[in-house]
């Protein structure tokens, strides 16, 4: 079945560089995919998507690069502020029937001050 | 104020009692999810909806149960069968599967049974 696996579950940068977060994905079939931002204790906030007749999207300091060849997802986030310290984590669809989206474990980022 | 309520924010429990979590949204969305979310793992699938009136298991239903008699409304029940209930559980909408459409999460219950 799919599976979604993340590089690093830990990921420590000084405020103001830019953060990577990667996620690999197992589905060649997978054509949805999205990036989460989870702080403790509360639910998983929506942050950007790509589908996959893209391969980068742009929102505000952050952007998704899409690489279907090697099934590699990555998040970038410029200027990385505190608050940008949480867990991240990717979700992808399944790519069959069901629809669902498979979530990978998370990289928790942390932004030293 | 548009979103998904889950109630209440933590729950204690003794083993052997049923319990039911409260998952609401006035997104208008069709499809409703219930995760379980443990420590240091990714969002597990319970159960979800498409529609009012199914539901279809994910892929940890056992002990569990759900139902889905209105459209904002989506109750997930932790039986006494569920082996190992503690977990922050996590409600979700989407306007459809969610293989094509973001999910929008609630705030999640954190369930502790003793």
């Known amino acids: 079945g799919e599976s979604v696996g993340l590089h690093l579950p830990t990921l420590s940068v000084q405020e103001g560089d830019n953060s990577i977060i990667n996620c690999a994905y197992s589905?060649?079939?997978?054509?949805?995919f999205i990036w989460y931002k989870q702080e403790s204790g509360k639910g998983p906030q929506f942050i950007i998507d790509?589908?996959?007749?893209?391969d980068k999207r742009q929102g505000q300091r952050v952007t998704v690069l899409l690489n279907k060849t090697v099934k590699h997802l990555s998040l970038q986030i410029a200027a990385t502020q505190p608050g940008d310290s949480a867990v991240y984590f990717c979700a992808v669809s399944g790519g069959g029937s069901q629809g669902n989206l498979i979530f990978g474990k998370g990289t928790k980022l942390s932004v030293k001050p | 104020d548009g979103g998904i309520t889950q109630s209440p924010k933590y729950l204690f429990r003794k083993e052997g009692q049923n319990v039911t979590l409260s998952c609401e949204q006035n997104l208008n969305h069709d499809a409703m999810y219930w995760y379980r979310q443990d420590p240091g793992q990714g969002l597990r699938l319970i159960y979800y909806s498409q529609i009012v009136n199914d539901f279809q298991k994910g892929d940890i239903a056992e002990g569990y149960s759900v139902s889905r008699e209105k459209k904002e409304s989506f109750p997930l029940t932790v039986t006494s069968a569920q082996k190992n209930p503690t977990a922050f559980y996590l409600c979700?909408?989407?306007?459809?599967?969610?293989?094509?459409?973001?999910?929008?999460f609630g705030p999640g219950t954190r369930l502790t049974v003793t």
């Open positions: 979700a909408s989407s306007r459809g599967l969610a293989g094509a459409y973001e999910q929008y």
């Open positions: 589905n060649s079939a997978s054509d949805y």
């Open positions: 790509i589908r996959s007749n893209m």
